[in-house]
């Protein structure tokens, strides 16, 4: 399915972030596979029949696994983003000390630039 075959790799859209993406990709796959599905809803023999049940129980089969993958995906991104708002938020805001454009403000207010 083109679900197991992009699940390592999915494509996202240019200037889309890589988990937000793979999710993105991840739902619109199911949705498109939902679709399909409720239309085959709408003639009931067609789910009753075995072929119906082994699509229907392979539809179900693959949305636990597209749910699983978005999960796993968030609670891994979310654990990287509270281990990193952690470590920034112990650094201090201002630093004493030197800035970079402190030796070019010294350069303009020395008199040298005075006629």
């Known amino acids: 399915t083109m679900f197991k075959e992009g699940i390592n790799n999915p494509p996202i ?7 937000a993406g793979a999710i993105a990709w991840s739902r619109s796959l199911f949705h498109r596979n939902k679709r399909t ?13 075995e072929l119906g049940v082994v699509a229907k129980e392979h539809y179900l089969n693959t949305a636990r696994q597209m749910k699983a993958f978005e999960d796993k995906l968030y609670e891994n991104w979310l654990q990287n983003v509270e281990n990193t708002l952690n470590t920034h938020l112990k650094k201090p805001i201002l630093a004493i000390g030197v800035s970079p454009t402190h030796e070019l403000d010294q350069e303009h207010h020395d008199g040298s630039d005075q006629a």
């Open 13 to 19: 859209y240019k200037n889309q972030p890589p988990v």
């Open 37 to 49: 599905v409720l239309r085959f809803k709408t003639l009931e023999e067609m789910l009753q029949g």
